[in-house]
T-cell receptor, first 115, second 114 residues
Framework: EAQVTQNPRYLITVTGKKLTVTCSQN?????MSWYRQDPGLGLRQIYY???????DKGDVPEGYKVSRKEKRNFPLILESPSPNQTSLYFC??????????????FGPGTRLTVL | AQKVTQAQTEISVVEKEDVTLDCVYE???????LFWYKQPPSGELVFLIR??????QNEISGRYSWNFQKSTSSFNFTITASQVVDSAVYFC???????????FGTGTRLKVLA
């Protein structure tokens, strides 16, 4: 089954404790992206990756890191989480046949709470 | 700058009513792509439609239809004969050929009452 998976689905942590949210897709998609969803703000793009070793900032990259060492995986790293990073996070992937052309498919979401 | 505006924060309708969700976008690019996604109460994001800037034909899929008007920079979504299962948050999104970024609107929460 074609899918985007995220782990963990739920996470409660404390300020400053480094964490990683994993994202994996089995569709051989070149493009992968991370979003956060907050009430009243919709989805905002954090980082995206056009292919292995190619990443770029979205609209809200502060406090986050990413890496793309393999095509299927795109982990999101919070090196020193703060309470304002409490949010619902989505990973997405798509083909990259043209800039911005392709439909993104989303993972199930990770609900993160930073105390 | 690119922007997507969904001015309707929440809409409530009674089952079987028709409802239109508005989406207004801003971009200077001539080639761009518009999307609608549905987020039901279970939380996942479900793709509904993708439209490119060169195709202004309206589209109908069952009870769903989309009206794309470049003249008013709008990409509105109509649900005909709404059902309780249509209750969800609906997001409109924009991506352009000049960037790999996707811009989402703030979403419209639709409540369909039985």
């Amino acid at each position: 089954e074609a899918q985007v998976t995220q782990n963990p689905r739920y996470l409660i942590t404390v300020t400053g404790k480094k964490l990683t949210v994993t994202c994996s897709q089995n569709m051989n998609h070149e493009y992968m992206s991370w979003y956060r969803q907050d009430p009243g703000l919709g989805l905002r793009q954090i980082y995206y990756s056009m292919n292995v070793e190619v990443t770029d900032k979205g609209d809200v990259p502060e406090g986050y890191k990413v890496s793309r060492k393999e095509k299927r995986n795109f982990p999101l790293i919070l090196e020193s989480p703060s309470p304002n990073q409490t949010s619902l996070y989505f990973c997405a992937s798509s083909l990259a046949r043209g800039k911005g052309a392709d439909t993104q498919y989303f993972g199930p979401g990770t609900r993160l709470t930073v105390l | 700058a690119q922007k997507v505006t969904q001015a309707q924060t929440e809409i409530s309708v009674v089952e079987k009513e028709d409802v239109t969700l508005d989406c207004v976008y801003e971009t200077r690019d001539t080639t761009y792509y518009l999307f609608w996604y549905k987020q039901p109460p279970s939380g996942e994001l479900v793709f509904l439609i993708r439209r490119n800037s060169f195709d202004e034909q309206n589209e109908i899929s069952g009870r769903y239809s989309w009206n794309f008007q470049k003249s008013t920079s709008s990409f509105n979504f109509t649900i005909t004969a709404s059902q309780v299962v249509d209750s969800a948050v609906y997001f409109c999104a924009l991506s352009t050929s000049g960037t790999y970024k996707y811009i989402f609107g703030t979403g419209t929460r639709l409540k369909v009452l039985a």
